[in-house]
């Protein structure tokens, strides 16, 4: 039987939504999907590519790059408190494997699922593995969370914990000694990201910027400072680490993993400092938490402390896709 | 200088649109872009990736790239009769090559300006080259072209011409007898497409169904046949051909050629009979007209008819990026 590119989107992505989308007009089949768009409601739009080799190790398993090529979309829909709707899934593949396709799309509509997203279009092509997903969401005409918004004096919030995905892929391209359950943690933070999309529409209105930890919390709050014109000061010994990051910077001494690894896909935020109660209150059921780990300033540039009271400089930059030397 | 993938986007694709668009409350340069969809619009959302050696023979020009990624997404657009607005962009790249990245932009942003899209968002990332373009467009609520809208009777349309750039590829595979004048004319169908847009919002109200003819008439005019539960007859003798086309049809019998090869992104689309008068009137100012070439029949099935009156049954399919021998 002719597997067609035709008959490969049908048989693996064109599943019957999870219950029925009114906003969605016309799904998957035609030249384009027609959704509709509420009044009062913003329509967020991202998009993002995951490379095999760049955003995710060789050999990772075909379910996590599912999830994670949507995890890593709807990230940046928390980062702006936006509620992602919908996706599109542009897949190249090198040849049509049944059992990867079959893999891939269990991982990517299991998350899916669990935020009610509805994949309304695609494309594949045959190529080196490449997916890109952009994901649609809404939110209240100019409640968006953006990275501009930052005042000198307001506090400096991560959700979760920093490093593991870091770490992860350290343990995977070099032998680190980590605990059974340690190693377990981080690969599970590295393969299977979970997006804070509630966190961040619960930061609606009371966030005065974020931006989602993808590049490294030194790289993507190096965003939030460039957007609003201002610096940070950043108390290392306020970062949260997981037991197991926290074993292992206080064996190695590496530092930069949680400051500068990528692939957390947690959420950097800042709050004005009377506002610190409404934020304590919108996050108190959430799952990730948040932790205060320093303070936007006036004066520019990215200062941390260490505990000892020493300052610190990242090394420039966090992942950089293409380097410096190009 | 560092040029990360930061100060790439930023350079290149970064430009300030040719007019301000009010709809776009948020531009690139944030985790989303912010868009306004004004009420009684329907939005409408494809994706297209353009991959090397797939969708575009080694050595295209880099200006001919970006101009053919963008109009195989218009053309989407203009197969749904929508307006297209906005664009991202995921951009896969070997390299950062200045002198690459400024010719794609080029003529990406020169096909841009043309339908004052604008480009909201986007994302670079090191690997085998491959363009993946997500447009948006609108359409006033309930009047987008479908595939699925065929009843028999109505009459089969197509825009332009057909085979020109399947002739063009051709000519880059194998030699083939060409005057120049042809040659350059089939280069230029196969390297800038120009798609259908004003067509499609024109057909609003009268086509019954169409879609655009990337994979070909036979395998495009079979998605509308599928969707819409009827057959048809073509008569081959009535398909608009350019002089390049006809010339080499008449010589080598290649009726594959203008009926299955790709890439022509004209509209195909069907109309009632008694619509006929306003799809005239509706099309008479268009640069491409349109040409009657059959009729929807209740049978399954596509019967091409040739000059001769013999029945000819076309290849399977039209470009299929997966074969079925997999």
């Known amino acids: 039987m002719a597997l067609t590119e035709f008959s490969l989107i049908e048989r693996y992505f064109s599943r019957p939504a999870a219950q029925r989308d009114p906003d969605v007009v016309l799904g998957i089949g035609d030249d384009a999907a027609l959704l509709h768009v509420p009044e009062g409601m913003e329509l967020a739009v991202a998009t993002d590519t995951l490379a095999e080799g760049v955003h995710f190790p060789l ?16 990230s940046d829909m928390a980062a702006m ?17 049944k059992s990867w396709l079959a893999a891939f799309s269990a991982g990517f509509f ?15 092509t045959r190529g080196p593995l490449s997916i890109t997903v952009q994901i649609l ?17 307001d506090l400096i919030y991560v959700t979760g914990t920093l490093g593991d995905a870091g770490l992860g892929l350290r343990v995977l391209q070099q032998p680190i ?8 943690h981080v690969m599970q933070r590295l393969n299977r990201p979970q997006p804070r999309v509630a966190e961040g529409i619960a930061l609606r209105g009371i966030a005065s910027a974020a931006i989602d930890i993808s590049d490294g919390l030194g790289a993507d709050l190096g965003h939030i400072l ?12 306020a970062l949260p680490l997981s037991a197991a990051v926290n074993s292992y910077v206080n064996h190695s001494g590496d530092w930069h993993t949680p400051l500068c690894a990528g692939d957390d896909y947690e959420l950097c935020f800042t709050v004005p400092a009377q506002k610190r109660p409404a934020l304590l209150d919108a996050l108190k059921s959430s799952a990730s938490g948040c932790t205060h780990i320093g303070v936007i300033e006036a004066a520019p540039g990215l200062r941390c402390i260490s505990a000892s009271g020493a300052l610190i400089t990242p090394r420039a930059g966090g992942y950089q896709h293409f380097s410096a030397n190009e």
Do not use: C, F
């Open 226 to 237: 460039q957007a609003s014109g201002t610096g940070a000061r950043i108390n290392m010994a």
């Open 177 to 184: 000694e980590l605990s059974a359950g340690h190693a377990a």
């Open 59 to 74: 050999h990772t398993k075909p379910e996590d790059i599912g999830h994670k090529a949507l995890a890593a979309n709807l």
């Open 81 to 97: 408190g936006a509620e992602p709707r919908w996706a599109t899934l542009a897949l190249t593949l090198p040849h049509a494997d």
């Open 137 to 153: 969401g809404l939110v209240p005409a100019g409640m968006a969370l953006r990275r501009s918004g930052a005042h000198a004096g």
């Open 110 to 124: 299991a998350l899916a699922a669990e935020y009610r997203i509805q994949l309304i279009g695609g494309d594949t």
